[in-house]
């Protein structure tokens, strides 16, 4: 979950910079925390707290991030926020990140990860920073060996 994690701030990162299109530098992005948003018998949400440094002369105005998450060419979890977030110019702020989970979905790559598999990971999305949509992608693998070196 460790390597999903960086994978997803890393999109998260590539998005909120739009460095290409701005001639800006990178944000630095560290995950603050994780709470439950909600849950049900069928799926749970899970909301990323990222902390945003914003090291730009310009405000990163977040209108709207969608993506999709899939293990291991199986959908995991896709949604689209339009939950408006501000990290204002040489600051600091806070983005969150849902992520819901369908349990049924989820049980395929859990099990994989529980044998000691592999289990490949794919993160598409784009986010409309100041109304203009920055695409992110990135994918990888991970197994339950990378997950307890990463706790320790």
Sequence with gaps: MKSLIAAFLMGSALSLSGCALFNAKKPKVDLNSIYIQD???????LVFVLDVQNPNKMDINVDQVSYEIQLN??????TVT???SRVPAQGSGKVEIPLPI????ALG????LLAG???GYEITG???????KIPFSEKGKFNLKDLQKASH
């Design 39 to 45: 849950s049900t018998a069928l799926s749970t949400t």
């Design 82 to 84: 339009n939950k408006k």
């Design 73 to 78: 060419n199986q959908e995991f979890a896709k």
């Design 109 to 112: 790559g859990v099990a994989k």
């Design 102 to 105: 369908n349990h049924l979905k």
């Design 126 to 132: 784009d986010a409309k920073i100041s109304g203009i």
């Design 117 to 119: 598999e592999e289990v």
